[in-house]
T-cell receptor, first 112, second 114 residues
Framework: KQEVTQIPAALSVPEGENLVLNCSFT??????LQWFRQDPGKGLTSLLL?????REQTSGRLNASLDKSSGRSTLYIAASQPGDSATYLC???????????FGTGTRLKVLA | DVKVTQSSRYLVKRTGEKVFLECVQD?????MFWYRQDPGLGLRLIYF???????EKGDIPEGYSVSREKKERFSLILESASTNQTSMYLC?????????????FGSGTRLTVV
């Protein structure tokens, strides 16, 4: 059974820092992995989708990497801003399934 | 811009009421999903549908049913609302295929059962 873990659960950093959020999963037979952002009381916004054949994806200040063999993904945020404050969730779609399994998220606070 | 629209942002219902949560997508996606999100438990799948009139139970289907009469609309039904169904409900959709497609989520419905 696929399990997804995100560490740390919460993170507080000063503005301008580069930071890394971690996601690990137990079953490496995946279709893809997706990173989401969630603001308080809101839905999830997709940030990056990495296919199982890819090593990384980039969008602006965000870079997501995938190491399937070790069951790990990282989300790198460059030059963090207060507007980046949110909860970040990773989700994994295991091969042969329709659904994503979600981690419980990392709550990020960027201090001005 | 593609969208998944959930009809209500906030709902307050009484115990025992029948509750309908509606979700509509304009992307011609085959797959649609209902999750609930609770503090400390994360997102848990209630039901999903991979085609019109087709549905499958997720991890926590008890107390819920669903309806998908048209491709763009997926409804979640709480047959007799209970206080333990107070939660944030999130609808998502995706294209079908060999897993090359991710989810698009709606903005969520915060349901309170009193």
């Amino acid at each position: 059974k696929q399990e997804v873990t995100q560490i740390p659960a919460a993170l507080s950093v000063p503005e301008g820092e580069n930071l890394v959020l971690n996601c690990s999963f137990t079953d490496s037979a995946i279709y893809n992995l997706q990173w989401f952002r969630q603001d308080p009381g809101k839905g999830l916004t997709s940030l990056l989708l990495i296919q199982s054949s890819q090593r990384e994806q980039t969008s602006g200040r965000l870079n997501a990497s995938l190491d399937k063999s070790s069951g790990r993904s990282t989300l790198y945020i460059a030059a963090s801003q207060p507007g980046d404050s949110a909860t970040y969730l990773c989700a994994v779609r295991t091969s042969g399934t329709y659904k994503y399994i979600f981690g419980t998220g990392t709550r990020l606070k960027v201090l001005a | 811009d593609v969208k998944v629209t959930q009809s209500s942002r906030y709902l307050v219902k009484r115990t025992g009421e029948k509750v309908f949560l509606e979700c509509v997508q304009d992307m011609d996606h085959e797959n649609m999903f209902w999750y609930r999100q609770d503090p400390g438990l994360g997102l848990r799948l209630i039901y999903f549908s991979y085609d019109v009139k087709m549905k499958e139970k997720g991890d926590i289907p008890e107390g819920y049913s669903v309806s998908r009469e048209k491709k763009e609309r997926f409804s979640l039904i709480l047959e007799s609302a209970s206080t333990n169904q107070t939660s944030m409900y999130l609808c998502a959709s995706s294209l079908a295929g060999q897993g090359n497609y991710g989810y698009t989520f709606g903005s969520g419905t915060r349901l309170t059962v009193v």
